[in-house]
């Protein structure tokens, strides 16, 4: 059986780009699954689930049992969603897809997102995610992204990944798209090791502007301009009686300000690069 239930008819897309996060290794402080769930706030429409079963131990993540409305006994599962996001303000749709990274058979689980982006007929797929890192939280949140393509990390000041050692699914699911000729981008925010047990908004904040930033496609960040500062007061409020977790924190304070304070790029300029990428890897594909 396909894993892939579409739950409604897909409408006209505009080269849409597929964007996911998955809570788990690669989502610390709810931090990418926070920025996405953000997004599908705005207007998006579920269209599709992927089937739990074949991908979870459930005595590992076990389904919710709750009473609905009606009095009625629901099982929730840890479905992954899929919604579609248009505006007609913006030159390219997205396709939303968010939950939880599965247990078992990740080929399988990249084979199927693989199967979504070619049913949308997507002109790139960009992986959210979150790490934990040596910065401060009194800082803005760093970003990492990068990309398998050399011409794609190019044109965009990407990094091109030299990681080794045990991954998550995202890492199985870009090498499934690399090898499907699939662009990739991965977009991760650092998240303070010292505050990793809680939602991080500031994190999820971070990560909607550099999307915006890179794609050119609007997104909701400034709407977590609030819950970023009220987060930032909670985590100083928790350590203003503890001197010396106040002296590591400065000190990270003053290695950021040194090392990591680097110029971002203009946004018009990386938003105007990235679509002239995906202009020409559409102009590829048409070829004969």
Do not use: C
Not at 89 to 97: F, G, Q
Not at 161 to 174: A, E, K, N, R
Not at 198 to 218: I, M, Q, W, Y
């Amino acid at each position: 059986m396909d894993p892939l239930r579409w739950t409604d008819e897909l409408p006209p897309l505009r080269a849409p780009l597929l964007v996911t996060a998955f809570e788990g290794l690669f989502d610390v402080g709810g931090a990418a699954t926070g920025a996405l769930a953000s997004l599908r706030s705005s207007e998006a429409i579920p269209v599709g689930e992927i089937d739990a079963d074949p991908f979870f131990d459930f005595t590992e993540r076990r389904p919710v049992v709750r009473i609905d409305d009606d009095g009625r006994r629901v099982i929730d599962w840890p479905t992954n969603r899929i919604h579609i996001l248009t505006k007609a303000s913006d030159n390219r749709d997205l396709v939303l897809i968010d939950g939880v990274e599965p247990h078992l058979l990740w080929r399988t689980f990249s084979e199927t997102i693989h199967e979504v982006a070619v049913a949308v007929d997507a002109a790139m797929v960009i992986t959210l995610g979150a790490m934990v890192a040596e910065i401060p939280h009194t800082r803005p949140p760093t970003i990492t992204g990068s990309t398998t393509d050399p011409e794609l990390a190019a044109l965009m000041r990407l990094d091109q990944p030299s990681y080794q050692g045990p991954t998550g699914v995202i890492g199985v699911l870009h090498q499934h798209l690399e090898a499907q000729g699939v662009p990739a981008v991965s977009l991760r925010v650092a998240v303070p090791h010292y505050v990793t047990g809680t939602p991080n908004p500031k994190a999820s904040r971070a990560l909607l502007e550099r999307f915006e930033r890179v794609t050119g496609v609007r997104t909701p960040w400034a709407g977590l301009d609030q819950d970023a500062r009220d987060w930032e007061t909670r985590v100083d409020a928790a350590m203003r009686d503890d001197d010396d977790v106040a002296r590591y924190v400065r000190r990270l304070e003053e290695r950021y300000d040194r090392y990591t304070e680097a110029a971002i790029p203009d946004g018009d300029d990386l938003a105007a690069e990235f679509e002239r990428f995906l202009r020409q890897q559409g102009d590829e594909d048409e070829t004969p």
